[in-house]
């Protein structure tokens, strides 16, 4: 094998971000948009033990270490630990989330053959004594992961898994609406709707008194709704539109949605995606480029074109 097979023709985004807990660590681990579960290069050598140079140097060292503990000849079943050794040669070239450098990864599920060929070693009495922390790493990580993976089958074959998740969305909103409505102050300062409007091609009718946003069409409204509030964690947006229903045929609803947010957690987040979203759009010349750039700070699988059609359902606004 040369070092050019280990090169991945180009490189996949990401979707998904998030930190793992190993043995002590945080590793920062990734789900590609092709549903890939990926750990960082880095991560995989820290997490049993390994000089942590990067890039597909450090590929190439796991790879070599992995080929030694193959050549000793442990039996195995898995047809994926006779070729770990070329899988780890070849990590997967990716780009995060929200942009920044190629990284190096790992499939997720190489971490744990790695780990199952390192135990064959070391119950065979196979291993060098410098072998030996690798293996005790290994011990560690199988043992977490045994004990996490028969409570997610447990949950999955109980059903438990849905009054789970059902769970885990009533501690979001928990903590995303407030009991009771918050004094009214505007979370949308006139220069996010200027640059919305500037950017859609509106004319901007500004209204006499202090309360309430800028004159529009309704698809501003909808526009805020996919740009701030969907944006919020899953479910805040609809427990929104259930507490503050449409209340006539323009769309209008009696609130602000934003006065139903916590004032510790909901509206800091609101008031940083409307800081966030209003940046972007500044810095964009037109519409398209602003998608663009939005698109890259809040990725979202197969999104093409506008964000949705001018005839699409009316879902209120801010």
């Given at each position: 094998?040369?070092?050019?097979d280990a090169?991945?023709?180009?490189p996949?985004?990401?979707?998904?971000k998030?930190?793992?807990?190993?043995?002590?660590?945080?590793?920062?681990?990734?789900?590609?948009e092709?549903?890939t579960?990926?750990i960082?290069q880095?991560?995989?050598?820290?997490?049993i033990?390994?000089?942590t140079?990067?890039?597909?140097?450090g590929a190439?060292?796991?790879?070599?270490?992995v080929?030694?503990?193959?050549?000793k000849g442990?039996?195995?079943?898995?047809?994926?630990?006779?070729?770990?050794?070329?899988?780890i040669?070849q990590?997967?070239?990716?780009?995060?989330p929200r942009?920044?450098?190629v990284?190096?990864?790992?499939e997720?599920?190489?971490?744990i053959?790695?780990?199952?060929?390192?135990?064959?070693?070391r119950?065979a009495d196979?291993?060098s004594?410098?072998q030996?922390?690798?293996?005790?790493?290994?011990d560690v990580?199988i043992?977490?992961?045994?004990?996490?993976?028969i409570?997610a089958?447990?949950?999955?074959?109980?059903?438990?898994?849905?009054?789970?998740?059902?769970?885990?969305l009533?501690k979001i909103?928990?903590a995303?609406i407030?009991?009771?409505?918050?004094?009214y102050?505007?979370?949308?300062?006139?220069e996010?709707?200027?640059e919305?409007?500037r950017?859609?091609?509106w004319?901007l009718?500004?209204?006499?008194?202090?309360?309430?946003?800028?004159?529009?069409?309704r698809?501003?409204?909808?526009?805020?709704?996919?740009?701030?509030?969907?944006?919020?964690?899953?479910?805040?947006?609809d427990?929104?539109?259930?507490?503050?229903?449409i209340?006539n045929?323009k769309?209008?609803?009696?609130y602000k949605n934003?006065?139903f947010?916590?004032?510790?957690v909901g509206d800091?987040?609101?008031?940083?995606?409307?800081a966030?979203?209003?940046t972007?759009?500044?810095?964009?010349p037109?519409?398209?480029?602003?998608?663009?750039h939005?698109?890259?700070?809040?990725?979202k699988?197969n999104?093409?074109?506008?964000?949705?059609?001018?005839?699409?359902?009316d879902e209120?606004?801010?």
């Amino acid at each position: 094998m040369t070092e050019q097979d280990a090169v991945p023709e180009k490189p996949v985004r990401a979707s998904h971000k998030g930190l793992l807990p190993i043995a002590g660590l945080e590793i920062p681990c990734y789900v590609l948009e092709d549903g890939t579960r990926l750990i960082t290069q880095r991560g995989m050598q820290q997490a049993i033990g390994v000089s942590t140079s990067g890039g597909t140097a450090g590929a190439h060292r796991l790879a070599r270490i992995v080929g030694k503990l193959e050549a000793k000849g442990v039996e195995t079943d898995d047809l994926t630990l006779r070729t770990l050794s070329s899988r780890i040669y070849q990590p997967r070239l990716f780009l995060p989330p929200r942009g920044g450098l190629v990284a190096y990864g790992q499939e997720a599920t190489a971490l744990i053959d790695l780990c199952e060929l390192i135990l064959k070693c070391r119950d065979a009495d196979l291993l060098s004594e410098s072998q030996y922390n690798m293996a005790t790493s290994a011990d560690v990580i199988i043992r977490a992961f045994a004990k996490v993976g028969i409570i997610a089958v447990i949950d999955e074959v109980t059903g438990y898994q849905e009054i789970r998740d059902r769970e885990e969305l009533q501690k979001i909103l928990a903590a995303y609406i407030a009991p009771s409505l918050m004094p009214y102050t505007s979370r949308f300062p006139m220069e996010f709707f200027e640059e919305l409007f500037r950017l859609r091609g509106w004319k901007l009718q500004r209204i006499s008194n202090s309360k309430g946003s800028p004159k529009g069409p309704r698809y501003a409204g909808k526009l805020i709704n996919e740009l701030i509030y969907k944006k919020l964690p899953p479910g805040v947006a609809d427990e929104l539109k259930q507490k503050n229903p449409i209340i006539n045929d323009k769309g209008q609803r009696r609130y602000k949605n934003y006065r139903f947010l916590t004032a510790d957690v909901g509206d800091p987040h609101l008031t940083k995606q409307v800081a966030v979203v209003g940046t972007l759009m500044k810095i964009s010349p037109n519409w398209r480029v602003f998608e663009r750039h939005f698109e890259r700070a809040f990725p979202k699988p197969n999104m093409q074109g506008d964000l949705f059609p001018d005839d699409a359902e009316d879902e209120g606004e801010e």
